[in-house]
């Protein structure tokens, strides 16, 4: 036997640059931000000793004067105590700045400190950069973090704060940047295709700098980070325990990018567009943003219709939920998602902004209990204290507001990392812990999650017959031609055949039908009420396939609770330039209609 492939699915190493911004009490000419971290650099302090026997490194940029970078260099997060060392560590350095920093005659802070004289020359991101293995992986990791990119913006954007409190607002940093933008979808990370990207931004945004995207390909050289994938949406976080669950979910990511590798799939294609306006409205109002929205045609022809923004809080919690089977092979502690999911989803479930979901809910609430936390002073002094850049500070103002609360998410989070998700046709465990009432039917799927769902490697028959039945249960018109279509052509390829029943379930058509009655409608039915689901297909000329639709418009629905998707409605060049239409549509049976 040969070994033809090696495919690793665990997490390789990540660099973390955590970045902090330098403020002068006193500036003068010549005792600026930009000389302190000058003197700094020439004299740095004595850093402690990593996992690996490194040394974390102090740097800076030459686009944030007053701002500089404690950086790892590669480390290993593959389980909780390696993540427990890297973080204590990385704490420790802060402090060792921090204290280094005071002894310059400045305050090492979090960006975004209101009263300077320029207040947002210290506004910088925390860097993280992720190492790859080959152009695939390279592709697949910047698609796959440009997909989400505004969910990633809402929950990481951080806010300018100040005695008056914290601006409201998504980032900060994004909404003054001229030197970043929004990250181009790669169709491979060949020389040549990068090239392309290159000219393309510098015809869009006068910036031909690949590094000028919000996932940088080839990594931050500048950061030391050649050769990696970085990371650039995250703003700087206050904590050393916020920036670790965030490097938590940047190696989730990564290795969702690695599984579609090994199954051969790509990411789908969001247009540029929508990619921009998301992010747009993210950076704005963080998680107060409405996303999508967006008009797409219809399968049918018909005028564009209005698709349902949703919440960029639901977003996250898609992202977050999506990533939960890869934050069980990376070994994942409730403590260490508590930071990413229990604000989140508390915020949720009550319906109120009781609850803190990220680092600018909590400086606001902060701000609120005492108008002093946010002061250079109280906050300075906290950089300079390892165990308090280590403290969950998110989680213990959560515990503070609802204790009992609490204590049940971090029950249900702990449920959902010993388990596996619950499938279709299984409660969910977040609507029990919300108080829905607990119930074998899966819940109702829109058409992207239903596409999400049905996208898992060897997903069984039963269950895709499961998400079909919950899909239907979303009511409105069932029709899946435009979510595939957004897919890109080669994952929409392979959906379809995960939809398609086997041969016996598939009946061919050649006429529009004229009633359910019909014998080939009713022997579509028959199979399906019988196998729980069938395909009916019509292949004819070009100009019927507007007599399919029709039809099918006019039947409404179809008897004894059988529902019917619209999967394909399509044209090809037949023989002698033929041009013809296939038009496909599954018939679901629900449960007690194929199970009795």
Same mark, same amino acid.
């Given at each position: ?127 993280? %950069? ?30 300018? &704060? ?8 998504? %980032? ?12 181009? &979808? ?70 969702? %990018? ?170 969910? %465990? ?40 919950? &899909? ?125």
């Amino acid at each position: 036997m040969a070994l033809v492939a090696v495919s690793r699915s665990g997490p390789l190493r990540q660099r973390i640059a955590k970045g902090y911004g330098v403020h002068v009490p006193d500036p003068r000419p010549g005792h600026g931000p930009a000389e302190l971290i000058a003197a700094l650099l020439a004299n740095p302090p004595l850093m402690p000793t990593l996992p690996d026997g490194g040394t974390c490194v102090l740097r800076t940029g030459t686009r944030a004067r007053a701002a500089l970078w404690i950086d790892t260099g590669r480390v290993s997060l593959h389980d909780a105590a390696a993540r427990t060392r890297v973080a204590g560590v990385l704490a420790a350095a802060v402090a060792a700045v921090a204290v280094a920093v005071r002894g310059l005659g400045g305050l090492l802070l979090p960006t975004g400190w209101l009263q300077q004289p320029d207040p947002l020359a210290g506004l910088c991101a925390d860097l993280h %950069s992720v190492e790859v293995l080959g152009p695939v992986q390279r592709e697949l990791l910047t698609n796959t973090v440009r997909e989400h990119t505004a969910p990633l913006i809402a929950l990481t954007g951080r806010q300018l &704060y100040g005695p008056g409190g914290v601006t409201p607002g998504g %980032s900060a940093r994004l909404s003054r940047s001229f030197g970043q933008v929004a990250t181009r &979808y790669l169709d491979s990370c060949s020389p040549a295709h990068l090239d392309r990207v290159r000219t393309r931004l510098h015809q869009e945004e006068r910036l031909g700098r690949l590094e000028a995207m919000d996932v940088n390909p080839l990594g931050e050289a500048e950061a030391g980070a050649r050769d990696d994938v970085t990371v650039r949406l995250f703003d700087a976080q206050v904590t050393v325990s916020g920036a670790l669950a965030h490097a938590l979910l940047v190696q989730a990511l990564s290795m969702s %990018s690695r599984e579609l590798e090994r199954t051969g799939r790509r990411v789908r294609v969001v247009p540029q567009p929508v990619i921009e306006r998301d992010r747009a409205r993210a950076v704005a109002h963080g998680f107060a943003a409405e996303l999508g929205g967006d008009e797409g045609r219809r399968g049918d022809g018909a005028p564009p219709a209005p698709v349902k923004a949703r919440p960029a809080a639901q977003a996250v919690r898609e992202l977050l939920h999506r990533l939960m089977p890869f934050f069980r092979q990376l070994e994942a502690t409730v403590d260490e998602l508590a930071p990413l999911f229990i604000g989140v989803e508390l915020a949720e479930s009550a319906g109120t902004t009781t609850f803190v979901r990220n680092e600018n809910d909590l400086l606001a609430r902060w701000w609120s209990h005492d108008a002093t936390a946010l002061t250079p002073e109280r906050l300075g002094q906290g950089l300079t204290m390892p165990d308090w850049l280590t403290t969950d500070q998110v989680s213990a103002m959560n515990r503070h507001a609802s204790a009992g609360r609490w204590a049940g998410a971090r029950v249900w989070l702990a449920e959902r990392l010993t388990h596996p998700d619950p499938g279709p046709g299984r409660p969910d %465990s977040a609507g029990v812990r919300a108080g829905a009432k607990d119930t074998t039917r899966a819940a109702p799927l829109t058409g992207e999650q239903f596409l999400d769902r049905v996208a898992e490697p060897d997903l069984p028959a039963a269950q895709v017959l499961d998400a079909l039945r919950a &899909y239907c249960r979303g009511g409105g018109v069932l029709d899946l031609v435009r979510p595939l279509r957004s897919r890109g052509r080669d994952d929409a390829r392979a959906l379809r055949r995960v939809l398609r029943p086997r041969g016996e379930q598939r009946v061919q058509a050649t006429e529009p039908l004229s009633s359910w009655d019909d014998s080939t409608a009713d022997r579509a039915l028959s199979t399906a009420r019988e196998k729980g689901w069938a395909l009916l297909r019509w292949d004819l000329p070009e100009q019927d396939r507007a007599r399919v639709r029709k039809a099918l418009r006019s039947l409404g629905r179809a008897p004894d609770g059988v529902r019917h998707i619209l999967l394909t409605d399509t044209t090809y060049t037949g023989r002698e330039n033929e041009r013809r239409g296939t038009v496909e549509v599954l018939l679901v049976a629900p449960p007690e209609e194929a199970d009795r």
